[in-house]
């Protein structure tokens, strides 16, 4: 692409508007760029200008003004960069008289600028695979994007992508830290007509095919070689669209591809890039359902080294028995084939073929086992849609768990490994105990407080990295938690975790890009729950609540909201994900489960009855946090949206400083006047927080104190004059606790 000198026009007070985004280019020159694809999908204007956005929402005013400092945008720009699908190519040959002239440079370094943004050169791809299916189609689906460079301060990005639900974007360039992504969504919302929409647009729903389902045989050969045949049928959303994109792992290698039915069909696929662009030859119709035939092979299957997650010397090396190298993995647990589409799901049919020696578990029931010769086939049918899709391997020793109480489990581990393990750093002599323990009790607890998974078999395999993942039916557990003799409890709790996404984030899936927290917040809830109530350990998990809250509180203001939920892993700082979407996601439910709490009798019977209502519900189904903030207001009976606003969509974490008095009364009893001063949140802020009264005689009162506001005062008549007083002493709300002596005239903040 590159400015045109035949096509220049000078501006004079041209106005472009896309939904909240408004261009107004006042005056200077304007080029066409090159065509693509035999149509003009590019401009340049150089110049003076202006651009202005306003997001519709509370919680998309708040990223902008944490990012960028204001709520909004209304700058005076010099240059903008336009790329579309849309009809602004119409619209400037309406408004501007083209001519033959003289291209500015600094328009050429513009457009190569903003291309370097909107290009991913490494992969050679288009970071917005609507653009270039638009262009492969010929399509004007109504794509926009505006790379604009302002007066003062950095470049801005806007766009309109069609086969988003939330349409709207504001971009700019990462923070330019080691960790920090090429590009970050400063906002993000849905186009003004759909703002009011109740029901959720999908994740998928508005791509041009929906998918139907996937039929993968694969076999691993003896020297763990890959290869398979994968077949995704589709069905088109409307006419004419000849190329579609995949994705597939970059170092799996396409052989061929076809229909299904014997006739090839043409495919690209760039060096190193994991997209894999099909032709259909000729295009599909709205309506019809096409089978896309993949046959390829590659470098999937890897070993695991623990050697390289130590920092042994050679020497150490040298001793370290060789089946230390023995774990396999599966490099891309994603695109281990080819998928359509980010989100969508379909039913499953996988075949493996490997050697007889390893052990395989795959999502799915097992259908059929058998052994040819050396080689072991299985075959896995899951019938659910789902967008979940692994399996492992790997030399395990199994061991199978029959229990009432749950449907069949199987843990595998690397037990040869193990006990080398043990010698050299004294770990657990039994570990798959522990481990098979932890599996099938918190899938019993589970079942009894959600209600009943959706699965009738599940596997636990083991994986040689220091982390987890769910899928349906199937869990990946890190190594370690079968060494760790850490007494802490985390290891207890990571195991229940990713058994609880069997329910969070597999049972009831996120229904768009805001609601992760559904799943790993729940997830990480789950677990603590776990540790507290079947395990029995208080100390664990109010240990744990606490160097949560210490996380959370550190980060303050300067992290995200919950409520921006994927959009949380794009800031400078690597932990935001895991502290706000996973633990302050977690503590989300813990205040909630307080607040439910009925504490004269100390039952949590309505928060159970909520959560298994939610499952129930949603089972097998989406679900946003509109959905489940319907749920909980069904069951406290009162408006919630004040609590979802300052807990999922703001960032503020409240101070209270407590003080009291009380004066003995004639009767005995006493006049207990108590004060909590609220710091740190806005003057609306607002949260019932529990209060314990201890008596001089060892007798107890709970209440709740709604603190709101700068202070709060309230005056109880008591038993007697009080011992002592605690202020959320239940961690039921994620909160500082300070106490200070009681003055009848109390410090208000400015």
Partial sequence: ???????????RNVTLRRDAIVLHLDDGQLYLTTPLAGRTVGAVFVGRGSVSFTPPLAVERAEMKRVLDDTLIDATISAVVLVFTDSTAAELERQLTFQAGTVDNAASDLLHN??????????RLVRH????????????????????KRTRGRDLMFKVDPTQPEAVFLIRGGGGGPNAPKIQVVSQFRRAERLADSVPVMNGALDPFKLESYLVEATIAKG?????????????????IRWAPLRLYSELHVD????????????????????????????IRAGETRAIRVVYHGDLIGFGSLMDQFRFTAAVRVQLPPALDQWLFVKSSQDWFPRYGDSQAATVDLTFHAPKRYHLASIGQLMDSRVDGDVGTTHWVLDRPTDQICFNLGEFEEFKITDPRIPPVTVQMNSDAHRHLEEIFRGQAHPQQDVAADVANSLAFFSRVYGPPLYSQYYATEVPFPYGQAFPGLMYLS????????????EETFRSHEMAHQWWGIGVAPAGDRDVWLSEGFADFSGLWYTQLILHDNA???????????????????????GLGWRVAQTDNPDDYSVVIYEKGAWVLQMLRNLMLDLRTMKEDAFTATMQDFYTQYRGRHASTEDFQRVVEHHTRIPMGWFFEEWVNGTAIPTYILSWTADQQPDGQALLRVRVRQEGVGPAFMMPVPLRIQFPDAGVALVRVNVRGPVTEATLRVPAPPALLELNPFESVLAEVKTEAWTESPARPD
């Fill in 540 to 562: 664990k998990f109010f240990k744990e609540l606490d160097a949560r809250r210490r996380r959370i509180r550190s980060r303050g203001a300067d992290a995200p909201p919950i």
């Fill in 479 to 490: 190594v370690w938690t079968f060494q760790t003799l850490d007494q802490s409890g985390g």
């Fill in 114 to 123: 903003a291309l370097d943004f909107l290009l991913d050169s490494d992969k």
């Fill in 1 to 11: 692409m590159a400015p045109r000198s035949d096509r220049a026009a000078t501006v």
């Fill in 256 to 283: 061929s591809v076809g229909d299904g039915a014997g006739t090839s069909d043409s495919f690209f696929r760039a060096k190193r890039s994991p997209e894999l662009w099909v032709r259909f030859d000729p295009p």
């Fill in 129 to 148: 695979s609507t653009l270039m299916t638009a262009l492969l189609n010929g399509a004007a689906d109504g794509f926009f994007y505006a790379h604009v």
């Fill in 224 to 240: 763990l070689g890959f290869s398979a045949t994968s077949t995704a049928r589709v069905t088109a959303r409307r006419d004419g």
